[in-house]
C-alpha cells in the first residue's frame, strides 16, 4: 500500500476508521479482517513489540497520553524504545543512552535546557519531537504518523514538515493521518480517503483537491 | 515553607525531588532525636541492633511492594501470602520431615507463584490490582487457616533456626538479608532497562506498550517479585517465631504500604526510590521501637503512625500542589518562548 520514499495520505472524517487503522498496523488493536504485508509478504502483528520489530513506527495522536512519559526526562524518554538494546547483562548503558539522546537532540533541533529536562516541561512541538526521536531511534523503515502536527505552533509544525520530507528522501515509507487538509494536499504523493472504516478511493496528485477528497470521504462516489 | 523558597530562587524540578527526599530524612533523623532525649535507652547500639532487625521484615516486603506500586499496581495480599506460605513450609519441615533447604525452595517458588497469580488474574479480569488482590487476600489468609486447622505448627528443625535468630558477627542475619534484598531492589530499578520498564508501566502504560513493552509480561514480573521477597520475609518470620502460625504476617501489607507512602512511592505509579522506601521504613521501625520503649501500648502506637502517615501525605500533596501551580502560571511564557 505505502512505498519506499513515499509519504501516503490518510484521509477521512473523524470516525472513519483512520486512526483504528493505524493501531491495527502497529498492532495496538487486534484485526478483525485484513492482511498486512511488508514487501510482498503477509505478517502477523499481534502486539507494538511485533510491529517495532518488523520496522514499524507509531507516532500517535494522543502525545501526552500515548506518546511520552511526561514525568521522565528527555533522554529517558529519548532512549526508552532502545534501551532493552542499551544494555549488557540488563544493565543500561547510560554513556551510549546519553550518545543517542544527544544525537536525536541535535537533529531534530529538540529545545530543552538540558536532556535531564522532565518532558512536561517542554513545549507541544518539542514534545512531539521527542515521540519522534523515540521512534527513530529503533530505526524504522515505515513511519505511521497520526495527527502529527495537532497543537504545535507554526515554527514547529515545518520543523516536522521538514523533517517528514527528509526522512521519504531517506528511503522511509510514511503513512501520515492528518485532519487538516492544507498539510494532507501538501506533503502526500498519495492519499487514501477512507469512509466508515473502508476504502472510499485513493486519489492521485494531479488529481488532488479539496472536493474529490471531501466526496469520497462523505461517501459521495 | 520549603516550597516557598524553591518557588523564589527558581530552583529545578530535580532539586525539589532531592528535597522531597531530604524532607523524610528530616522526619526520620527528627525522631531519632526526640526519642533519644525522652526514650530510656533509645540511643544504644544493642537497641539499633533490635531495630534493624524488627524492620528487616517490613523492609523486605516492602522493595517487593515498591516494584507493583512504581508499576501502578498494588498488592494487599502481602500480609495472606506471608501467612500461607509460613504455614505450607512449616507443615512440610515439621510434620513431612523435608529438609530445611527444600523446605526453603518451596518457600521461594510458592510465593513467587502467589505473586504471578495476582497479576496474572489482573490481566485477565482487567481488574484494578488493589481489587484482585483484595480478594486473593482473602483467598490466601482462607487457605492458611484451612492448612493450619486451627493449631500452630511447631516442632521445625534445630538448624532452620539461623535464618531468623542467627548472627553474622554482631549483625543478625533478618539485616544482612535485607540489606542484600534492598542492594537487589535498588540495583533493578535504577541501572537495569526492566527497572525503566517498571517505572514506564506506572508512568504512563499506553505510552509503555505503544513503545513496545510487554505489558502482560511486566505485570506478572512485578507481582512475582512482590511474592518472592514477602516469601524471603515469611521465612525469616518463621525461622524467627520457630513455628507455623495463622497470625504471622498479619497486617504486613498495611505497613509496608505505610512505609512506601512514606517514602515518596506515588499510588499512581511511575515515581518511588528504594532509598525513600527505606527512609519510610526506619521511620515505623523508630516508632514501633520507641513507642514500646516508653511502654505506650499498641493502641498508642496505632494512633500515631496513623497521624504521621496523614501528616507526610498532606505534605506531599501539598508540595505537588504548588508545584503544579508553578508550572500552570509558566507555560505561555515558555510558548512564546519557543515561538520566538
Known amino acids: 500500500m505505502v512505498r519506499k520514499g513515499e509519504i501516503l495520505g490518510l484521509s477521512g472524517l473523524v470516525g472513519a476508521g483512520r486512526t483504528e487503522l493505524a493501531r491495527v498496523i502497529y498492532g495496538a488493536e487486534p484485526a478483525e479482517s485484513g492482511v498486512i504485508q511488508i514487501e510482498g509478504r503477509p505478517v502477523q502483528i499481534r502486539s507494538p513489540e511485533d510491529a517495532i520489530q518488523l520496522g514499524i513506527g507509531l507516532i500517535p495522536e494522543d502525545r501526552k497520553n500515548q506518546g511520552v512519559f511526561l514525568d521522565m526526562d528527555v533522554s529517558w524518554n529519548i532512549s526508552f524504545t532502545k534501551v532493552k538494546a542499551l544494555s549488557r547483562f540488563t544493565m543500561v548503558d547510560t554513556r551510549r543512552e546519553f550518545e543517542i539522546a544527544e544525537k536525536y537532540r541535535d537533529l531534530l533541533r529538540i529545545k530543552t535546557p538540558t536532556l535531564q529536562q522532565q518532558v512536561k516541561n517542554l513545549s507541544g512541538g518539542n514534545q512531539q519531537k521527542v515521540v519522534l526521536a523515540k521512534t527513530l531511534a529503533v530505526e524504522s523503515k515505515i513511519l505511521i504518523f497520526d495527527e502529527p502536527t495537532r497543537g504545535i505552533d507554526v515554527g514547529a509544525k515545518q520543523e516536522i514538515y521538514n523533517l517528514m520530507c527528509a526522512l521519504a528522501d531517506d528511503g522511509i515509507a510514511i503513512i501520515m493521518i492528518s485532519s487538516d487538509m492544507e498539510e494532507l494536499l501538501g506533503m502526500s504523493d498519495r492519499i487514501i480517503v477512507l469512509c466508515e472504516g473502508r476504502m472510499a478511493g485513493e486519489v492521485l496528485r494531479p488529481q488532488f483537491s479539496q472536493d474529490t477528497i471531501l466526496d469520497l470521504a462523505s461517501g459521495k462516489q | ?340
Open chain 2, 1 to 340: 515553607m520549603n516550597a516557598n523558597t524553591t518557588f523564589k530562587t527558581g530552583l529545578s524540578e530535580g532539586a525539589i525531588a532531592v528535597l522531597k527526599k531530604y524532607v523524610t530524612l528530616v522526619v526520620l533523623f527528627g525522631l531519632v532525636l526526640l526519642f533519644s532525649l525522652i526514650a530510656p535507652n533509645f540511643f544504644t547500639p544493642n537497641n539499633f541492633i533490635i531495630l534493624l532487625r524488627q524492620v528487616s521484615f517490613t523492609a523486605i516486603s516492602s522493595v517487593g511492594l515498591a516494584f507493583v506500586m512504581i508499576a501502578g499496581g498494588m498488592d494487599l495480599s502481602i500480609g495472606a501470602q506471608i501467612t500461607l506460605t509460613n504455614v505450607l513450609t512449616a507443615i512440610l519441615m515439621a510434620r513431612m520431615g523435608v529438609p530445611p533447604i527444600f523446605a526453603i525452595l518451596f518457600a521461594l517458588v510458592l510465593g513467587t507463584l502467589l505473586g504471578v497469580n495476582n497479576g496474572y488474574i489482573s490481566i485477565i479480569l482487567k481488574v484494578h490490582p488493589l481489587i484482585v488482590t483484595l480478594g486473593t487476600m482473602t483467598i490466601y489468609k482462607g487457605l492458611g487457616y484451612i492448612a493450619a486447622n486451627g493449631n500452630s505448627i511447631s516442632g521445625l528443625p534445630e538448624s532452620f533456626k539461623f535464618l531468623g535468630q542467627g548472627y553474622i558477627g554482631p549483625v543478625p542475619v533478618p539485616v544482612i538479608i535485607m540489606v542484600l534484598v534492598v542492594i537487589a531492589g535498588a540495583f533493578v530499578l535504577n541501572k537495569t532497562y526492566i527497572g525503566r520498564f517498571v517505572f514506564a508501566l506506572g508512568g504512563n502504560e499506553e505510552a509503555a506498550r505503544l513503545a513496545g513493552v510487554n505489558v502482560r509480561r511486566m505485570k506478572i514480573f512485578v507481582f512475582g517479585v512482590c511474592g518472592f521477597f514477602s516469601a524471603i520475609t515469611s521465612l525469616l518470620l518463621l525461622s524467627r517465631v520457630f513455628s507455623g502460625q495463622v497470625t504471622t504476617g498479619q497486617g504486613m501489607e498495611f505497613d509496608c504500604m505505610t512505609a512506601a507512602v512514606l517514602g515518596g512511592i506515588s499510588f499512581k505509579g511511575g515515581e518511588g526510590t528504594i532509598s525513600g522506601l527505606l527512609a519510610g521504613v526506619l521511620i515505623i521501625g523508630v516508632l514501633n521501637n520507641a513507642l514500646q520503649l516508653l511502654s505506650l501500648g499498641d493502641y498508642y502506637q496505632m494512633v500515631i503512625k496513623g497521624v504521621v502517615l496523614l501528616a507526610a501525605v498532606g505534605f506531599d500533596t501539598y508540595q505537588k500542589n504548588r508545584k503544579s501551580k508553578r508550572t500552570a502560571s509558566r507555560r505561555p511564557a515558555e510558548k512564546v518562548a519557543t515561538a520566538a
